[in-house]
T-cell receptor, first 115, second 115 residues
Framework: AQSVTQLDSQVPVFEEAPVELRCNYS??????LFWYVQYPNQGLQLLLK??????LVKGINGFEAEFNKSQTSFHLRKPSVHISDTAEYFC?????????????FGGGTRVLVKP | DADVTQTPRNRITKTGKRIMLECSQT?????MYWYRQDPGLGLRLIYY???????NKGEISDGYSVSRQAQAKFSLSLESAIPNQTALYFC??????????????FGPGTRLTVT
């Protein structure tokens, strides 16, 4: 079984400041890793994913994440946030051989960007 | 038009009532999923389906049932709704066999309140 922990439930940040959202996971097997974003009153949208290769992954809207296998972490970063980045962010994992691409989600981190 | 649609978007119902939430997709994907989202818990998988003839329980299937009427349609039913089923429900799809296999596409969600 897998579990995902997002260490911060809420992150307030000023516009144009950097932000980091922390994600740690636990799994007895190798996993793929994902970050999803949920804007207010919308469904989830994929920000980025790590399947293999370079551990630094770039996604949409200027976000990037780094996979650290030894620390079982997949932290999300953005060097300069905008008001429009206000949303909830979810980290998720899926085992390499999971039937049905089953995802296990973390509890979410709510980012509030202040002017 | 949205690729994954859910109806209704909002529903308030009383304890003991039967409720059906519907999901339709135009992406042509084989796999469909139902999740519920609760604050602080992220998304948890209720049921998933590989194709019309294959339905599987997720981690929290008790109190729910599903029907895959066609490749494009996947319905979630609450036979006798109870207040702790108040949540935001998401349908998702994914494709089998291509790079997109590793990405799930989410509908806009249905907010269900059981009084």
């Amino acid at each position: 079984a897998q579990s995902v922990t997002q260490l911060d439930s809420q992150v307030p940040v000023f516009e144009e400041a950097p932000v980091e959202l922390r994600c740690n996971y636990s799994s007895s097997v190798s996993v793929y890793l994902f970050w999803y974003v949920q804007y207010p009153n919308q469904g989830l949208q994929l920000l980025l994913k790590y399947l293999s290769g370079s551990t630094l992954v770039k996604g949409i809207n200027g976000f990037e994440a780094e996979f650290n296998k030894s620390q079982t972490s997949f932290h999300l970063r953005k060097p300069s946030v905008h008001i429009s980045d206000t949303a909830e962010y979810f980290c998720a994992v899926s085992p390499f051989k999971a039937a049905g691409n089953k995802l296990t989600f973390g509890g979410g981190t709510r980012v509030l960007v202040k002017p | 038009d949205a690729d994954v649609t859910q109806t209704p978007r909002n529903r308030i119902t009383k304890t003991g009532k039967r409720i059906m939430l519907e999901c339709s997709q135009t992406k042509g994907h084989d796999r469909m999923y139902w999740y519920r989202q609760d604050p602080g818990l992220g998304l948890r998988l209720i049921y998933y389906s590989f194709d019309v003839k294959d339905i599987n329980k997720g981690e929290i299937s008790d109190g729910y049932s599903v029907s895959r009427q066609a490749q494009a349609k996947f319905s979630l039913s609450l036979e006798s709704a109870i207040p702790n089923q108040t949540a935001l429900y998401f349908c998702a799809t994914s494709d089998l066999g291509r790079e997109g296999r590793y990405e799930q596409y989410f509908g806009p969600g249905t907010r269900l309140t059981v009084t």
